[in-house]
């Protein structure tokens, strides 16, 4: 340690010795975890921790359906996202107002992250924190927000405030590494019947669409889920894999999701690390255990925090590249627009709570289907266009920030113009949504008439985009009520191809 070194140290003893804060308690734990930090006292306590920090300021993402504010923390020692060879990382959490300790394990680590032995994190990090997504579900401790939509499945489509403030955030800073805290709850029914639960205290999982690129999954799952695994359970969490599913014996498990519609693969798909965490909740789905679920939360975070700061140059690195190949049209030319999970042979050791003995054990999964196999591919074409009258859809693009512009016929342009055959149904995750049967003609654009907008896939959301517009697209557009219209049996798909 050099002399300056060692003068640099006297002011942070002194800070943490004498002024360090360690009084700021977040509402909750003022409450002694009895009850959670409401929405007031949650705009009060980050006020708090802000007037207490250089690093920290505040962000006003957007409102509520009911018009509550969703702010985010911004960590930074250089004026956030100013400094370009800092890496920035976004966490948010409680999309599902009934999902607690997200929004709890978030307002413990900020008052973690300000305390002087973490400041240097931000030596290489620009770090900002969405403790609360859905106010209006929180503070009723219900699911969906106060339009009775799930916000977690309204990432694609994007109709709801709450999404719309997030990705609007996400698209000012372009965040290379998020994560989604959510927590889940195996005290159903189905598991209780099956005679154990799962009892992880923490779960954790990473990008699956097979659309994400390589590169970035394989860095995911082979590198930042060993180590926040690690990072847990040093400090006494039990932690696993993320992998929704029915009870073993009661039909499969899967690894992970992958629609692009969640807060997961919505930025995954943007050549984005991103990853969803899973608390366990309480047994009465909010306040039983909050102190340890809250704990448990912040940890996984803070353990994400500590993976990017040691391996910022590797993930700028990949994120980059990956964002100029999506940028420049040079991503991967092959969209899988349809697919299913499949076994391996592999089964899977499932750490569960047994009901009859009272005790921790182990169950097999066999029926475990941890591939994602495609079904239907697509090629990647140039762009799309839509018809100037198609309002929904140029709406659609505008929440999306899509780059667009008016189209100009080129004149060595192919135009691809897709017909619905017939449709019948395909099973995804569980869910049967529909499958069109399509025919694709192709004609000079010169032949074209009409007006039409053209959204180029040489963009960050260019895959995106064609998971969205492509009619044959599981994850598509046209799986939602509001756009099934355009999916007309034996007409003419409206929105065209450029080849
Ligand atoms: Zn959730």
Redesign the pocket.
Known sequence: MTPRQILLLIPAMFFSAVVFPQEILTPAEKLNFEQVSSYTDLSAYIRQIDAQSDLVSIEKTGSSVKGREINALLFSTSGFGRDAGKIRVLIFAQ??GN?QSGKEGALLLARELIRPENRYLFDRIDFALIPQINPDGSEVNKRRNANDADL?RNHLILTEPETMALHNFFDKYRFEVTMDV??YSPFGDDWVTAGFRKNSEVTLGTTTNLNVPEKIRMFSQNKALPFLFNFLGNRNFSCFTYCPGDPPGNGYIRHSTFDINDGRQSFGIQSTLSFIQEGMNGKDDYTDNLKKRAQGQMTGMRGLLEFVFLNKKEVIKITGRERQLLMSGKANPVISVQSEHIGNGQVLNLPVFSYKTGMDSMVKATDYRPVVSSLKDVVRPTGYLIPDKLYEIMEWAGRHNFEMREYLPGRADVIQEYTILKTDSIDFEGDIVLNPFVEIREYPAVQLAGKYVFIPTAQIKGTLIALGLEPASMLGLVTYKRYRHLLKIGEVYPILRIK
Request: proline letters at 0%.
């Open positions: 999309q599902h999902e977690n959510h927590e």
